[in-house]
């Protein structure tokens, strides 16, 4: 989704604190309006106080996975 200015990485901290994930998977787009998602739950990964695996999963334009 397109994000617009709320801070996303709140209400993902509180997810992530509150639930037992195991691990997150951040599956975005390589178009920069894309970055906000991944910056959002990097910044709650580090305010949850928990350590989680995560990985970033890149889409370009015409669809192919860029690892």
């Not at 639930?19 to 949850?48: F, H, T, W, Y």
């Amino acid at each position: 989704p397109k994000l617009d200015d709320t801070d996303y990485s709140e209400k993902l901290t509180q997810i992530i604190a509150n639930n037992n994930i195991k691990s997150v998977k951040i599956v975005r787009m390589e178009v920069p309006c894309c970055g906000g998602i991944e910056s959002a739950v990097k910044k709650a990964l580090q305010a949850s106080g928990k350590f989680i695996p995560w990985q970033v999963i890149t889409i370009s334009t015409d669809g192919k996975i860029i690892e």
